[in-house]
């Protein structure tokens, strides 16, 4: 079998993980460049969730899950991005350029308002977390920064 059939199967069994956010309204970034694009400049006005997709189990059980909840919010960001950890690492890599000063975490989920950080949440906040305090922890910075 060649690395290509590996990845092939990777990236078969990630797209669900994927689905689970876009079919929401989530944009995937998947380059550097539309990283770039999403965050910065003009892109960048207003508020943006930034969620950090993993494959891990809290990932599927409580971040993704939470994100759907919170997004039900009467007050919402303007964007919602993702980037997928472990698998666009290069996007990933990019997008936590725009996290200064916070360590690698996946999940994890930024709030930025006009291109500045406001708001993370890093797995520790969300491993061994019940969902709706999750939800909580980022409808109250929603309540906080987005207008």
């Given at each position: 079998?060649?690395?290509?059939?590996?990845?092939?199967?990777?990236?078969?069994?990630?797209?669900?993980?994927r689905?689970?956010?876009?079919?929401?309204?989530?944009?995937?970034?998947?380059?550097?460049?539309?990283?770039?694009?999403?965050?910065?400049?003009?892109?960048?006005?207003?508020?943006?969730?930034?969620?950090?997709?993993?494959?891990?189990?809290?990932?599927a059980?409580?971040?993704?899950?939470?994100?759907?909840?919170?997004?039900?919010h009467?007050?919402?960001?303007?964007?919602?991005?993702?980037?997928?950890?472990?698998?666009?690492?290069?996007?990933?890599?990019?997008?936590?350029?725009?996290?200064?000063?916070?360590?690698?975490?996946s999940?994890?989920?930024?709030?930025?308002?006009?291109?500045?950080?406001?708001?993370?949440?890093?797995?520790?906040?969300?491993?061994?977390?019940?969902?709706?305090?999750?939800?909580?922890?980022?409808?109250?910075?929603?309540?906080?920064?987005?207008?």
């Amino acid at each position: 079998m060649t690395e290509n059939f590996y990845l092939q199967q990777m990236q078969t069994m990630v797209q669900h993980m994927r689905d689970e956010l876009t079919s929401i309204g989530v944009k995937e970034l998947r380059t550097p460049e539309e990283v770039d694009e999403a965050l910065k400049g003009e892109g960048a006005k207003g508020t943006t969730l930034l969620v950090i997709n993993s494959v891990c189990g809290c990932a599927a059980g409580l971040a993704r899950p939470a994100v759907a909840l919170s997004l039900k919010h009467d007050k919402v960001p303007d964007h919602w991005y993702t980037v997928f950890a472990g698998q666009d690492r290069e996007a990933t890599e990019r997008a936590r350029s725009y996290l200064v000063g916070q360590p690698p975490s996946s999940p994890s989920f930024a709030l930025l308002k006009d291109g500045q950080l406001v708001h993370m949440v890093h797995r520790h906040e969300i491993e061994n977390v019940p969902l709706e305090q999750i939800a909580a922890n980022l409808t109250n910075a929603y309540d906080k920064y987005c207008d």
